[in-house]
T-cell receptor, first 113, second 109 residues
Framework: DTEVTQTPKHLVMGMTNKKSLKCEQH?????MYWYKQKAKKPPELMFV???????INESVPSRFSPECPNSSLLNLHLHALQPEDSALYLC????????????FGPGTRLTVL | KNEVEQSPQNLTAQEEEFITINCSYS?????LHWLQQHPGGGIVSLFM???GKKKHGRLIATINIQEKHSSLHITASHPRDSAVYIC???????????FGTGTRLQVFP
């Protein structure tokens, strides 16, 4: 299984809502990543987890809260988002940090109204 | 100036044409990646290179570490190859990917 899955595929939320994005991989990878991608731009790194511990936070606003409950699962909790947070949110995993190919999920397209 | 530059930004081709996309970078790297993203979709990793050349089907990727340059070639292009191709590098001593701005390829029948 070389797949990274993400749910939901699409999400529409209001600025006062709380929602979560989910990412899962069963490749035994110990590094997992959240990226944000705006239209026609390359992905921007948000967070990196290594062995279930937060390794990198790229100065992301606290309205985005990552969580890694186990080695296969990565969540991104969303609260009080702004319309400019609308984007494609991509999850990726790799065997270890900076260790090889990153496998990307299909993304969650988020719209904040 | 971006640390990873790609050219061209946009590319239009007829089916069966040979296509080349170029990537230049300005930092020391441990690896270079070529990624493919279809419209509205997730990203697929095509190649990871640290030296030489790799081939997968109709795709060939080369890297010249001394010149800090890589190329992605597509032989006998097909409309299903239409996508954005992104070059990304892993600099030394870092956990991050630095992405190029992508090359938007359209192949017409």
């Amino acid at each position: 299984d070389t797949e990274v899955t993400q749910t939901p595929k699409h999400l529409v939320m209001g600025m006062t809502n709380k929602k979560s994005l989910k990412c899962e991989q069963h490749m035994g990878h110990r590094a997992m990543y959240w990226y944000k991608q705006k239209a026609k731009k390359p992905p921007e790194l948000m967070f990196v987890y290594s062995y279930e511990k937060l390794s990198i936070n790229e100065s992301v606003p606290s309205r985005f809260s990552p969580e890694c409950p186990n080695s296969s699962l990565l969540n991104l909790h969303l609260h009080a988002l702004q319309p400019e947070d609308s984007a494609l949110y991509l999850c990726a995993s790799s065997p270890v940090i900076a260790g090889g190919t990153q496998y990307f999920g299909p993304g969650t397209r988020l719209t904040v109204l | 100036k971006n640390e990873v530059e790609q050219s061209p930004q946009n590319l239009t081709a007829q089916e069966e044409e040979f296509i080349t996309i170029n990537c230049s970078y300005s930092v020391g790297i441990s690896a270079l990646h070529w990624l493919q993203q279809h419209p509205g979709g997730g990203i697929v990793s095509l190649f990871m290179l640290s030296s030489g050349k790799k081939k997968h089907g109709r795709l060939i990727a080369t890297i010249n570490i001394q010149e800090k340059h890589s190329s992605l070639h597509i032989t006998a292009s097909h409309p299903r190859d239409s996508a954005v191709y992104i070059c990304a590098v892993t600099p030394h001593n870092t956990d991050k990917l630095i992405f190029g701005t992508g090359t938007r390829l359209q192949v017409f029948p």
